[in-house]
């Protein structure tokens, strides 16, 4: 690990699925994983490309029952190129003995390197370098380099390249029992001397996929395409001499009937990859797209914890860059490096998006069209249900319609489980959320007066529609749900799922209530009767958001904010004891079900419930919600809270390290930095056991770029200010970053300690107003101001 590459040294095995995904290239629109190209799916590699958007749906027989899933579609491999002696085996690592083997991502220019020594018997050795990109300027290209180096012998080298569309998805080993084969029609051709090409289509989407690869060397190529086999292949006979290279270069183009501006994908693919003029061309113009990104996400953090921030910055940018801006997709929670979770949109971009509204808005608004897009299908969902408004799904696909699993394998116990995730109605509290977040930081009015305000609207109008009045209680409750924590999915004993007053569910649906209102009396006339006319909005609905908004209940026990209605009726977990029979416990759901018990019999939970309020909130803004639903939250009580559930956390997921870093951050700075060092290296060093392989937690990886660029700077960005109040940890006590606000490319903020350091450009449209804790600064275009920091 050094400041702009990530380097792995020698072969193991075990590590390759770690190393595919922390190694996939990207661009936005299509990303393929860091798999060797000599190598085909197997129980260690698995190389796999998917592009944005691109789903397709099947249906499955599981444990007797016909079990439907959409998936994100693994393309048609891009990748192969392998090699042998005359007459000799392909080589591998696997198969073959290997004298070195380095892999290194290059971070700057969106390149990865890879250098092998195959031995061949008799002092002979070849050496493999090749070098791969997928293409950040041009989003439909991908290309790979390979010199081929020939110690201690001359001689012939067979070289095939292909293009395979036998592929499935096969990538999660829990998901093997369910159908994987999304593409049909498979048909390959030639279309040049240098270029194949392959053409098929998933089988219920729909979506025509093409192909072309071209290869570019001295030597003769040869295809060898049609018949049965779902390969488009080329064939090379170099001859090598000892000690000097001989190069091949793949330049591939891929393209979908999703495409803009294109009449077929076929002709299309061909057509780009015949007008590529060489690899150094394409290196070229791949540098300068990512030297643009470089400069508009610029975070300059020291040590250890700033080469992981570039790496996860690096992952973010190749899942959503500018090219997403073009497209009609959510945020996949896995990034565009794998399987799990098949691809789906969660609410992860409760994470993503405050660090994009800052550096790239135009991404956050396409991905808030994305949710927009899929409203009417949300308010069917919420119909069908028996409400009203707009019930987002818990997992969003192609359509939006609710894409969650009805069973699970836990594969302690290899028993398939009932799901009932799709109860976590408050993502719908996490795209509202979202909404005001990016119009607050980006002042982008005109979105939140058209589309913003119909989002927020329905979806009060869903929680005023499912909370329902209890007389005993005098308050209104939301029943029947399941909260972020995941582990607590129904009551012990209970025949239904669901779980009554989650905290977070009930203070998050009062939140958007109440701003909702706010967005309302905000708009212009002519837009609010616009509106009112569009939904058949009336006083009387708005008085009953009024009075939902105030009245929502917030279970408590002892002196804490209960999790849910009952929770303080649980048993207590042994957790020292779990511990020492276990080890890691973090998936304690999965270890308690394989005994024969369920957590649901406990005070445990998988992550941050309750302390999300805390994430999401300042302190200022969740004593006043709670004031609001008529709750004194002082600062003991919030403590009394963060005691309870930090200690009865097991911190089953990626974010949970990452929402406890930000909640201790401002007077536990020891305990805040353990988790905060957690968040970090969550996927490096696969703290989740194994489930890296599968794809990269892209949530988690964005948090903690939100919480360098707003946690810790404590940056705020309302009521028309920056506002800034600092938490010193002392192993981060110097860093800066730069951001995008409300027309100004490039604010600079540098944060030592004692003193935060702010330039504005010269080319900004008028002053930018700082707002700290003991003062305010306007500072002009062109400005730089060293404003000192209370201690």
Known sequence: MTGWTWEYEGYDPADERLRESLCTLGNGRFATRGALPECSADDVHYPGTYAAGCYDRLTSEVSGRRVENEDMVNLPNWLPL???????????????????????????????????????????????????????????????RTEFTPEGFSGPLEVEAAVDGGVTNAGVA?????????????????????????????????????????????????????????????????????????????????????????????????????????????????????????????????????????????????????????????????????????GHVFWDELFVLPYLNLHFPEVSRALLHYRYRRMERARTAARDAGHSGAMYPWQSGSDGREESQTLHLNPRSGRWVPDHTHLQHHVGSAIAYNVWQYCATTGDAEFLHTRGAEMLLQISRFWAGAATYDPYLGRHRIRGVVGPDEYHDAYPGADRPGLDDNAYTNVTAAWVLAHTLDVLRELPEPRRRELDERTGLDAAE?????????????????????????????????????????????????????????????????????????????????RELFRRLGHDLDEHAWRRTVDHYLHRTSHGSTLSGLVHGWLLARDRREEAWAFCQEALRGDIADLQGGTTGEGVHLGAMAGTLDLVQRGLPGLETRDGALRLDPVPLPQLSSYGFTLRYQGHWGVRIRLERGVVEIAVPASGPGPVEVRLPDGTARLRPGETGRLPLRE
């Not at 290059?106 to 070098?131: D, I, K, P």
């Open 542 to 622: 708005l008085d009953r958001w009024e009075e939902v908004s105030r009245t929502l209940y917030v279970p408590w026990h002892d002196g804490v904010i209960s999790q849910f209605d009952g929770y303080a009726d649980l048993a207590e977990l042994d957790w020292e004891g779990y511990r020492r029979r276990y080890g890691d416990i973090r998936r304690l759901d999965r270890i308690l079900e394989a005994e024969g018990d369920s957590v649901n019999r406990y005070r445990a939970s998988k992550q941050a419930d309750v302390l999300m309020l805390g994430y999401l909130f300042s302190p200022a803004e969740l």
């Open 174 to 342: 829990r998901y093997r029992a369910l159908d994987g084969r999304h593409l049909t029609h498979v048909h390959t051709g030639a279309s040049d001397k240098d270029t194949v090409w392959m053409r098929c289509r998933t089988r219920t989407s729909d979506i025509r996929i093409a192909l072309a690869s071209r290869l570019l060397c001295e030597a003769p190529v040869t295809d060898h395409t049609g018949g049965d086999d779902p390969r488009a292949v080329q064939r090379i006979a170099l001859e090598l001499a000892e000690g000097h290279p001989a190069t091949v270069d793949k330049v591939v183009a891929l393209h979908t009937s999703h495409d803009p501006a294109i009449s077929d994908p076929l002709h299309a693919a061909v057509d780009r990859a015949g007008r590529v003029a060489g690899f150094d061309e394409l290196v070229e113009s791949h540098r300068t797209a990512w030297g643009q990104l470089w400069r508009r996400g610029e975070l300059d953090v020291p040590g250890e914890a700033g080469s992981i921030l570039r790496l996860h910055l690096f992952h973010v940018l190749q899942t959503l860059s500018p090219h997403t801006a073009d497209l009609d997709v959510g945020v996949p929670a896995r990034g565009l490096h794998g399987e799990a979770y098949r």
């Open 82 to 144: 392998r090699f042998r002696l005359p007459g000799g085996d392909w080589l591998t690592p696997d198969t073959e003995r290997v004298l070195d083997h380095r892999e290194i991502l290059h971070l700057s220019s969106g390149l990865l390197e890879r250098q092998t020594r195959y031995a061949l018997g008799g002092g002979r050795a070849l050496r493999v370098r090749q070098e791969r990109l997928v293409h950040m300027a041009d989003p439909y290209l991908a290309a790979l």
